[in-house]
């Protein structure tokens, strides 16, 4: 089974900063099947990047994604108020495709 | 509007059983690839199982092997998920969301979520 590790745990910002969050692999990890989720309270997860940097219909291009091999990062490149979330990044190259263990990004 | 409507959640008693059902609107479910995942209260997302098009394959992650029967009915555009041997390490909200037409996709269509709790 692929661990991915995401760092911080809580990232603190205000509105207009950048944030940036990283996911690290056990195991490398093909950039095709990489993803990344945001999730607020009370929703459902909401896809943002798959194939580690290709962002989802209608999500906005302030969110980017990179990396390659074990270790992969989503950037947020001006925060604003709806963007403060937890975000999860996944792997679906080897199953289980499991997900990181998410990082809070609040409100400074 | 393309959705996805998670429904048969509910207390549970340690040791029984649990089925839920996820409904899919304004998409042919016979097309995709369809994932179950669970988020325990308070914590993160996990992966639970994956079933293809016609049901023929399935993947599951071991913490539900020998317990669970994952099946759909196209016809219903309906997908079903039967979990036995409950315990409370199995209490969380369960989600279905739509894979694509590999089983290698990202999950880009989530339902609400049902709510599984087991207790006594």
């Known amino acids: 089974e692929i661990v991915l590790t995401q760092s911080p745990d809580t990232l603190s910002l205000s509105p207009g900063e950048r944030a940036t969050v990283s996911c690290r692999a056990s195991?490398?990890?093909?950039?095709?099947?990489f993803a990344w989720y945001q999730q607020k309270p009370g929703q459902a997860p909401r896809l943002l990047i798959f194939?580690?940097?290709s962002r989802a219909t209608g999500i906005p291009d302030r969110f980017s994604g990179s990396g390659s091999g074990t270790d992969f990062t989503l950037t947020i490149s001006r925060l604003e108020p709806e963007d403060f979330a937890i975000y999860y990044c996944?792997?679906?190259?080897?199953?289980?495709?499991?997900f990181g263990g998410g990082t809070k990004v609040e409100i400074k | 509007e393309v959705q996805l409507v998670e429904s048969g959640g509910g207390l549970v008693q340690p040791g029984g059983s649990l089925r839920l059902s996820c409904a899919a609107s304004e998409f042919t479910l016979s097309s995709y690839w369809m994932t179950w995942v669970r988020q325990a209260p308070g914590k993160g997302l996990e992966w639970v199982a994956i079933i293809n098009q016609d049901g023929s394959e399935k993947y599951y992650v071991d913490s539900v092997k020998g317990r669970i029967i994952l099946s759909r009915d196209n016809a219903k555009n309906s997908l079903y998920f039967q979990l036995t041997s409950l315990r409370a390490e199995d209490t969380a909200v369960y989600y279905c969301?739509?894979?694509?037409?590999?089983?290698?996709?990202?999950?880009?269509?989530w339902g609400q979520g049902t709510m599984v709790t087991v207790s006594s």
């Open positions: 194939g580690a940097s």
């Open positions: 969301a739509r894979g694509g037409i590999t089983r290698r996709d990202a999950l880009d269509i």
């Open positions: 996944q792997q679906y190259g080897s199953s289980p495709f499991t």
């Open positions: 195991q490398s990890v093909s950039t095709s099947y």
